[in-house]
């Protein structure tokens, strides 16, 4: 960063812009990159509660909880809107168990494992206390898994939001926190609307994704998208015309921005999931969906419509044994295609 004050667009600027496509249709909430990004970024004093990847039900309550009703983000015109501070308890509590008085103390026999809070009462919420459950009457009840991280906005709120400017992009798109400027003041926890920004009561700092930037230099993928065992992640640079994240966003148009109505021109793309067949009154399976498309809409907004009619037309497409490009790039038989110059060996 230069020496004289930066402007807030110059903060927000970068040369090329990496992005992450994620295929709702393949997740199956396995929380593998939830674990492969907490063992490397989040073990530190005052991370506990952190999940900077996670994957939550939807419809649901969300990780951080409720995070969609907190605010942040910018209106039509392009505004700051308000948002609100995440709790400890929000984002997921950090858990003590009584394991001395179970299995050291003799009490095995009186006393059981019982969690605490990080304030030593019992919980009221949990990370994903509500998952598998979303919504729908039997014998049609709807939900899928939504694996979340920062953005990595091209208009990022959190940048505006920063009173010491230690928050910026890198040449690469990547948006990081300058933790030797930041003086947890947490406005930039508010003006997120995804809450991806967390605060650790340790350090008295904000904390947030770095998508792995240590990792991308060498060109290996972030862990959490190199690590997901269903090949539901695709990894590059947006303006990348041979990857796979280019082809599905700018080309087939089918991954698209979650809650696009933000803002924020999100750099973490979706292609939204493929509705179950519904059952009948009487248990046979019918030609309706059982996702109402209203569910869909509200998170990926009406391009949602298109971008599911694509992957249909497609689909069947292949069904009659036609070339379709956009099937080999859902179904990439390779890992190595989904990302691009990163696929770099771990050390």
Same mark, same amino acid.
């Given at each position: 960063?230069?020496?004289?004050?930066?402007?807030?667009?110059?903060?927000?600027?970068?040369?090329?812009?990496?992005?992450?496509?994620?295929?709702?249709?393949?997740?199956?909430?396995?929380?593998?990159?939830?674990?492969?990004?907490?063992?490397?970024?989040?073990?530190?004093?005052?991370?506990?509660?952190?999940? #900077?990847?996670?994957?939550?039900?939807c419809p649901g309550k969300? !990780?951080?909880?409720? $995070?969609e009703s907190k605010g942040?983000?910018?209106?039509?015109?392009?505004?700051?809107?308000?948002?609100?501070?995440?709790?400890?308890?929000? @984002?997921?509590?950090?858990?003590?168990?009584?394991? =001395?008085?179970?299995?050291?103390?003799?009490?095995?026999?009186?006393?059981?494992?019982?969690?605490?809070?990080?304030?030593?009462?019992?919980?009221? $919420?949990?990370?994903? #206390?509500?998952?598998?459950?979303?919504?729908?009457? #039997?014998?049609?009840?709807?939900?899928?898994?939504?694996?979340?991280?920062?953005?990595?906005?091209?208009?990022?709120?959190?940048?505006?939001? @920063?009173?010491?400017?230690?928050?910026?992009?890198?040449?690469?798109?990547?948006?990081?926190?300058?933790?030797?400027?930041?003086?947890?003041?947490? =406005?930039?926890?508010?003006?997120?609307?995804?809450?991806?920004?967390? &605060?650790?009561?340790?350090?008295? /700092?904000?904390? /947030?994704?770095?998508?792995?930037?240590?990792?991308?230099?060498?060109?290996?993928?972030?862990?959490?998208?190199?690590?997901?065992?269903?090949?539901?992640?695709?990894?590059? !640079?947006?303006?990348?015309?041979?990857?796979?994240?280019?082809?599905?966003?700018?080309? #087939?148009?089918?991954?698209?921005?979650? =809650?696009?109505?933000?803002?924020?021109?999100?750099?973490? &793309?979706?292609?939204?999931?493929?509705?179950?067949?519904?059952?009948?009154?009487?248990?046979?399976?019918?030609?309706?969906?059982?996702?109402?498309?209203?569910?869909?809409?509200?998170? &990926?907004?009406?391009?949602?419509?298109?971008?599911?009619?694509?992957?249909?037309?497609?689909?069947?497409?292949?069904?009659?044994?036609?070339?379709?490009?956009?099937?080999?790039?859902?179904?990439?038989?390779? $890992?190595?295609?989904? &990302?691009?110059?990163?696929?770099?060996?771990?050390?």
């Amino acid at each position: 960063m230069s020496s004289t004050i930066p402007t807030k667009q110059e903060l927000k600027s970068s040369k090329r812009q990496l992005a992450t496509v994620i295929d709702l249709s393949k997740c199956m909430g396995c929380q593998t990159c939830t674990v492969a990004c907490k063992n490397l970024w989040t073990q530190r004093p005052g991370t506990e509660h952190m999940r #900077w990847a996670n994957v939550a039900t939807c419809p649901g309550k969300g !990780y951080p909880r409720e $995070w969609e009703s907190k605010g942040g983000g910018f209106d039509a015109e392009g505004r700051p809107q308000p948002g609100q501070l995440t709790t400890m308890v929000d @984002c997921g509590d950090n858990f003590q168990f009584n394991h =001395h008085e179970v299995l050291s103390a003799g009490n095995a026999q009186r006393k059981k494992l019982e969690p605490r809070s990080a304030s030593g009462e019992a919980p009221t $919420w949990g990370y994903n #206390w509500d998952e598998d459950q979303g919504k729908g009457e #039997w014998p049609n009840p709807y939900f899928f898994y939504m694996p979340r991280k920062c953005n990595h906005c091209s208009n990022a709120p959190c940048i505006d939001a @920063c009173s010491r400017n230690a928050i910026y992009k890198r040449e690469d798109g990547i948006v990081v926190i300058d933790q030797d400027r930041c003086e947890g003041h947490r =406005h930039c926890i508010e003006a997120c609307p995804y809450s991806m920004v967390y &605060f650790n009561p340790v350090s008295q /700092k904000s904390e /947030k994704c770095i998508d792995c930037f240590p990792r991308v230099e060498k060109g290996i993928a972030p862990a959490c998208n190199r690590q997901c065992v269903g090949r539901t992640r695709a990894y590059g !640079y947006l303006d990348d015309s041979e990857s796979q994240v280019h082809k599905l966003v700018r080309v #087939w148009k089918v991954a698209l921005p979650l =809650h696009p109505e933000f803002g924020t021109e999100p750099n973490v &793309f979706y292609v939204p999931p493929m509705s179950p067949l519904a059952y009948d009154d009487d248990g046979r399976l019918t030609e309706a969906g059982r996702l109402p498309i209203e569910v869909l809409e509200g998170y &990926f907004g009406p391009a949602v419509r298109q971008a599911l009619a694509t992957i249909l037309e497609e689909r069947d497409r292949r069904k009659r044994g036609e070339p379709s490009e956009l099937m080999d790039l859902l179904i990439s038989r390779r $890992w190595h295609d989904r &990302f691009a110059e990163f696929t770099g060996e771990p050390i």
